[in-house]
Structure formats: C-alpha cells, structure tokens
C-alpha cells in the first residue's frame, strides 16, 4: 500500500505531495517546525493525513524535549499543539488529533507518570490515529461497496485517496472496496484546480493501481453528466457539521448541484474524525484563503496578469439537502442528518 507517511528511525518521512506526478520525492521531517511547515506548504495534504501528521510531529518533538524536567516539557506540549493547530483551519481531523494527543497526555500526567513514560504514550496515540484511519478507510469502503453499481463510473474531486489518509482513502477507498466486492468500476477524476490535487494525485495513484482513470478540467463535469457518462459521484471532506453541511474542496458545491440537476447520486465518505458535531452547520466552517500565486500561475508560469484582484477560497460547503449520503466507518448516514450523524457516535464505538 502507498505509504503517505511513516515513522523512520528518530524522523518522520512523507511523499512530497508538490512534486508528484512527476518526481516521487520524500521529505524528512526532524522537527515540530519541519512538519508544520510540510503540511502547511501541502507536502502533505487530505483532512486525515494531515491529522496523522500533526500527531506525529508532535510525539517526535516530545521524544525530543524532556531533559529539561516535567513543567517545561508540558509547557513545550502545549506550544508544539499550537503550532500544529495554526498550520490550516478548514480540515477538522487536524484538531481532533491534536486533541486526541492532548488527552493521552493529560491521561498520563494525571496518573502520575514519568516525562519517559508521556513520551512513549505520545508516539503510541500518534501511531494509533495513523492506523485507526487505514482501519476506517477499509470501513468505509466496504460500507460504500454496497452503494456502487456494477460498471459505474465514478466522478470524483480533489484527492480523497490513500495520500490524503494514512492509506487506502476515504472517497477513494469507496472505489478500491467495490472494486474489492468485484465490481468493474471506472474512475472520472476532475483535475481540480488550482492545487491540480485530482490530476495530479488522484490520477497517479489510480493508474498505480490500475484502476481505469479519465482525467477531466473541472468544467467537463456537467456536460458529461448530461451525456449519461457519470453514474455516480462520491467526494471525500475536511469537516461535516451537525446538520450534515460538508465543506470539501472548492469545487465540490457545484458538483453536487450538477448533480442533483441530473439525478445522479452525490456521497461524501469520510470517518467520524471529520464529523464536527460542535459546528451547527457550515455556515460555521473556516474556510482557508490561500496564496493568489496559487490562481495567478500554473505551475512557474503566470496565467492572469499582474494587478488583477485575486481570490483562492480552498473549500467550499455542499449543503446537507444535495447530499445523498455520509459514507463513514460505522455505515451511511442519511437524511435528517443531525439524527443520524449523532447516531454514528452512539452506535458502534
Ligand atoms: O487542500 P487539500 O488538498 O488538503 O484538500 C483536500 C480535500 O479537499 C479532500 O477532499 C479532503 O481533505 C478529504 S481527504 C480524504
């Protein structure tokens, strides 16, 4: 299975998401900086993978910070969350994580134990969410197996795959399932501008897999739909609010209102680390302003003119009522959201 992100010896390595297709390149990351920077540069991206990262990043630094006694290794605990915390805002897996290692730690430190002792539970709590998360991409994709037709094709936005999990992939991972289930199925990947994470990504890891891939510019998608030539969309997101809103890649809304014009179904698969029951609804999501270079050029080369006004909102919010389903790790979520969406905490684990 591609490996999005590993441990190696006292450092944490990733694909340089940047650089692919064209250079599978690794980037090593000594340090809480290093990791921050990697995600916040989009070495490493995808809701998930980026609260794996931060997990990581934050048990490595803690490996390294403990010689100078309990107070200043909790005070520097604290200041290695926060700084994984402001690398992106949108995606909520990053701050679940960081929560997650906030609690093992305060588990430990309550229980009286050593700074040795709180730094082997960091890496082992960093290494869980990894592996939890290749659990429930393999959940949700038997789960959205069942939703599939046999010869569908699949449109899909953005990279919801195994480099946006710690593997196997949310959106993805429905594709991989049905195709587990043995089911033909054939992917229709919008390039996804600007970042190109679906042309880019979505397309390389596909064809490694020999999975059958079209790649299409993102404003192919509603004349293929008229043409009967997509069965199906399902999309990955970075946060899901209580009623069910889903903010996903900017792009992602007017799929699902192309979708709803022609009567195909519109899935979001994520787990129920990006299910963000304390946001009412997506009016409530931050949505990150990038850089405008990331508009202005296509790789090194300028497109738009300088003095032109620039925007790059990086996510968009697909209301609940366009979704036909939630796909997660406990099973589908339908309509009405807040019920079912509230369920999936109550049920099964
Ligand atoms: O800006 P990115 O590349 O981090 O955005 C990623 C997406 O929008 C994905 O669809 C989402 O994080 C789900 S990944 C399983």
Redesign the pocket.
């Known amino acids: 299975m591609l490996p999005t992100i590993a441990w190696q010896d006292d450092a944490i390595v990733m694909v340089d998401q940047r650089k692919l297709p064209r250079d599978e390149v690794y980037v090593t990351c000594r340090t809480a900086n290093d990791v921050a920077r990697a995600i916040k540069t989009?070495v490493i991206?995808?809701?998930?993978?980026?609260g794996v990262a931060a997990a990581m990043g934050i048990a490595m630094a803690m490996q390294r910070n403990g010689a100078r006694g309990t107070k200043q290794f909790t005070t520097d605990f604290q200041r290695t969350c926060d700084l994984m915390a402001g690398t992106?805002p949108t995606?909520v897996n990053l701050f679940w994580a960081i929560d997650r290692m906030k609690r093992a730690f305060a588990e430990e430190a309550h229980a009286g134990a050593s700074v040795a002792e709180i730094q082997q539970r960091l890496v082992r709590e960093a290494q869980a969410i990894h592996d939890e998360d290749v659990e429930s991409c393999r959940a949700i994709g038997r789960h959205g197996a069942a939703l599939v037709p046999d010869e569908a094709r699949i449109l899909t936005?953005?990279?919801?795959?195994a480099l946006?999990?710690a593997g196997y992939?949310?959106?993805l991972g429905v594709v991989r399932g049905a195709i587990e289930a043995g089911k033909h199925v054939a992917v229709i990947a919008d390039e996804t501008r600007p970042?190109l994470?679906g042309a880019r990504l979505t397309a390389w890891e596909l064809v490694r897999d020999g999975i059958e891939t079209t790649v299409i510019t993102d404003n192919m998608a509603g004349s293929l739909m008229r043409q009967g030539q997509v069965n199906l969309v399902v999309?990955?997101?970075?946060r899901i609010a209580a009623n069910g809103d889903a903010a996903?890649?900017v792009g992602t809304y007017p799929l699902a209102i192309l979708a709803r014009e022609h009567g195909i179904p519109f899935y979001v698969a994520?787990p129920r680390s990006?299910i963000d029951l304390a946001t009412p609804n997506g009016e409530g999501i931050p949505i990150e302003e990038r850089d405008a270079r990331e508009v202005t050029h296509v790789g090194a080369t300028q497109v738009a003119p300088a003095g032109a006004r620039v925007r790059n909102p990086?996510?968009d919010v697909t209301p609940a009522r366009l979704i036909t389903g939630i796909i997660t790790e406990c099973g589908v979520a339908r309509a009405p959201y807040e019920a079912s969406l509230r369920a999936l905490f109550h049920e099964g684990g």
Not at 45 to 50: F, T
Not at 235 to 238: F, I, R, T
């Open positions: 989009m991206r995808g809701a998930p993978a980026i992106r995606a936005h953005c990279n919801a795959g946006a999990t992939g949310t959106a970042f994470q999309v990955g997101a970075d996903n890649k994520a990006t990086s996510f």
